[in-house]
């Protein structure tokens, strides 16, 4: 998985309650992403963060947070706020943020909201 | 707008068969394509990048093909292998410049699934 580690692999939460996805990499990337993978459904970009300190909205923001106070972590927060948070959950990295990079994707983490 | 359409959905072949899996794309101006593949429950791999300039890609028994002027691509597997059994997916990016500070130029297709049987 090329140096991105995402935890835990299986998460389960009760409905109302906030959750944090953790993704750090040691491949001393500048950029750094968000997906979420449905079943039937592309990657859609959650968020993105090209250098630290420093983050924009995906497509599909609403309902989720994220910082970016360190180079390798990028930890993803969905709020109860997210109306449909049950998804596969994947963080990638790039050396840069140019979207001519290849990404390189974690492991995932697959997150059940009952 | 900005589309990618792979075909087929899904597709199942016999172990040492070849397969094509077609990609056909809507982006302009167009930038890159990535061929990426992805096993169930893990995060995708990319297996090929092709530029405008580049006709044909190989990176073992997979073969990707690009056609910029009918804004088609192909990866075709050779002598399949269990091992092949996954998702395949096509992305495009869009010339650096467009959309310029963010990352809304990756445009991911929704994959075809392969499955190999022995």
């Known amino acids: 998985d090329g140096g991105i580690t995402q935890s835990p692999k299986y998460l389960f939460r009760k409905e109302g309650q906030n959750v944090t996805l953790s993704c750090e990499q040691n491949?001393?990337?500048?950029?750094m992403y968000w997906y979420r993978q449905d079943p039937g459904q592309g990657l859609r970009l959650i968020y993105y963060?090209?250098?630290?300190?420093?983050?924009q909205k995906g497509d599909i923001a609403e309902g989720y947070s994220v910082s970016r106070e360190k180079k390798e972590s990028f930890p993803l927060t969905v709020t109860s706020a997210q109306k449909n948070p049950t998804a596969f959950y994947l963080c990638?990295?790039?050396?840069?943020?140019?979207?001519?990079?290849?990404?390189?994707f974690g492991p995932g983490t697959r997150l059940t909201v009952t | 707008k900005n589309q990618v359409e792979q075909s087929p959905q899904s597709l199942i072949i016999l172990e040492g068969k070849n397969c094509t899996l077609q990609?056909?794309?809507?982006?302009?101006?167009?930038?890159?394509l990535r061929w990426y593949k992805q096993d169930t429950g893990r995060g995708p791999v990319s297996l090929t990048i092709?530029?405008?300039s580049e006709n044909t890609k190989s990176n073992g028994r997979y073969t990707a093909t690009l056609d910029a002027d009918t804004k088609q691509s192909s990866l075709h597997i050779t002598a399949s292998q269990l091992s092949d059994s996954a998702s395949y997916i096509c992305?495009?990016?869009?010339?650096?410049?467009?959309?310029?500070?963010?990352?809304?130029?990756?445009?991911w297709g929704l994959g075809t699934s392969l499955a190999v049987n022995p």
């Open positions: 990638a990295s790039s050396p840069r943020g140019s979207g001519s990079d290849e990404q390189y």
């Open positions: 491949l001393n990337h500048d950029a």
């Open positions: 963060s090209q250098i630290v300190n420093d983050f």
């Open positions: 990609c056909n794309y809507t982006v302009s101006p167009f930038s890159n």
């Open positions: 092709m530029t405008f």
């Open positions: 992305v495009v990016s869009a010339r650096p410049g467009v959309a310029a500070g963010n990352n809304r130029k990756l445009i």
